[in-house]
């Protein structure tokens, strides 16, 4: 397992070794041992083509995430939301599909959301903290001060997805 820096500081890219042959492949998830953090919680998500999920947070009992998609392909945002850092409501995007050789560490204070490109998707995510709906808070996905470039203008929303707060919200 390789570590990969981005341009924000703890938002990391784990490059894993993958091992093929003619049957396919086989490759590790995660290894405890490369994380200070803690994931007592995993979770899956199922979309279909151009559903967009988030830009999601939880204010209190933040999580660190570890996104890894093992169906798909998808189009994956993390935006800093932590009130001290010189990268406050700066984002990173990159696409993910179930042929990537590595997963998405995302560290707590970070807004997170996807948007399935494929015809459907599976994603995983590892948790470092357990849902904690009274302090779940959604970022709105199309906030001009962001300037997110989704592939998609016209994206399939939740409810939720669709009132969520604009970045000032979280100064």
Request: proline content about 3%.
């Amino acid at each position: 397992m390789r570590i990969k820096k981005t341009k924000f500081k703890d938002l990391l890219i784990y490059e894993k070794d993958s091992f093929n042959d003619k049957r396919g492949y086989f490759r590790e998830l995660y290894l405890q041992k490369h994380f200070k953090t803690k994931f007592p919680f995993d979770v899956m998500s199922y979309s279909k083509k151009n559903v967009l999920r988030g830009l999601h947070i939880q204010t209190s009992n933040s999580q660190a995430k570890i996104i890894t998609v093992t169906h798909g392909k998808i189009f994956d945002v993390a935006v800093d939301l932590r009130p001290k850092s010189k990268s406050f409501g700066k984002y990173i995007s990159l696409i993910i599909s179930k042929e990537s050789d590595f997963s998405f560490y995302i560290p707590a204070g970070f807004a997170h959301g996807f948007l399935c490109l494929s015809k459907d998707c599976t994603i995983n995510y590892k948790c470092s903290n357990y849902r904690d709906e009274k302090s779940e808070k959604t970022l709105i996905w199309n906030d001009k001060s962001l300037k997110i470039d989704w592939p998609i203008k016209k994206p399939i929303l939740s409810k939720k997805d669709t009132k969520g707060f604009d970045l000032s919200f979280f100064k």
